[in-house]
């Protein structure tokens, strides 16, 4: 029978292990965007400039465009493992998770900012800007819905169980309207879009416990000293 000489060219253990990481991919791409202004068109060049190759590139991504959506479900990512470090995450309550989740999101995202305000306004069509968004949604829908599964565990009447499928859509449509504020505002150290984040979180919150009137009131009055209504 014959056997395989470790020292031979073709001996899997020869071949050199690439350095290139999906990190190191996501950091070249979003580099490339802010100094060039524009997105790549080409793999090939862009891997030529970055000093790796096109089958390295895509041991990772198939395109450019699943790239983008990845730079998002990275963001979301490293949400939840910052959010989980804090030992006392787990004991919060559904409302409390919500908001840790949004402050630390939204600070990622402003360490990130740059990036964030090209890639989403890249495109005239927003629906084509918003198209790198969805594996984003996906995630966001999964954490709303353990949210609420948790919260309906505790009630026996099924009357008092809560839409899992409404409460993760609306998470979502919370998420894209904070994001759209993020993006607009211009106070220092974006205090005002931590102030919306509070007041939007505790009134679907509200809202799901049957106590929305406070709650949305003083929702929509922030909302229209800001000029958003």
């Not at 954490?143 to 009630?155: G, P, R, S, V």
């Not at 679907?204 to 049957?210: E, H, P, S, Y």
């Amino acid at each position: 029978m014959a056997t395989v000489d470790k020292d031979h060219p073709t001996s899997k253990k020869s071949v050199p292990k690439s350095k290139v990481t999906k990190d190191k991919i996501i950091t070249a791409y979003m580099e490339w965007v802010l100094l060039k202004e524009k997105a790549p068109i080409s793999v090939f060049k862009f891997c030529k400039e970055n000093n790796y190759t096109e089958a390295e590139f895509y041991s990772y991504f198939g395109s450019f465009e699943g790239l983008q959506i990845d730079i998002w479900n990275s963001f979301y990512e490293k949400t939840i493992i910052l959010a989980n470090k804090d030992e006392s995450y787990c004991n919060y309550s559904n409302q409390e998770k919500m908001l840790t989740f949004f402050y630390t999101f939204f600070e990622l995202l402003t360490l990130n900012r740059s990036y964030v305000l090209f890639a989403l306004r890249e495109h005239k069509n927003m629906m084509k800007n918003l198209s790198q968004l969805k594996g984003l949604r996906r995630n966001i829908k999964h954490f709303a819905t353990e949210l609420i599964q948790e919260n309906n565990e505790d009630k026996k009447l099924k009357i008092l169980k809560q839409s899992v499928t409404i409460f993760s859509e609306g998470a979502w449509i919370q998420t894209l309207f904070l994001l759209k504020y993020w993006m607009d505002d211009n106070s220092a150290g974006f205090e005002n879009t931590d102030i919306v984040i509070e007041k939007s979180v505790r009134a679907i919150f509200d809202v799901f416990d049957t106590q929305p009137l406070e709650s949305v009131l003083d929702f929509g009055k922030f909302l229209w000293k800001e000029k958003m209504v």
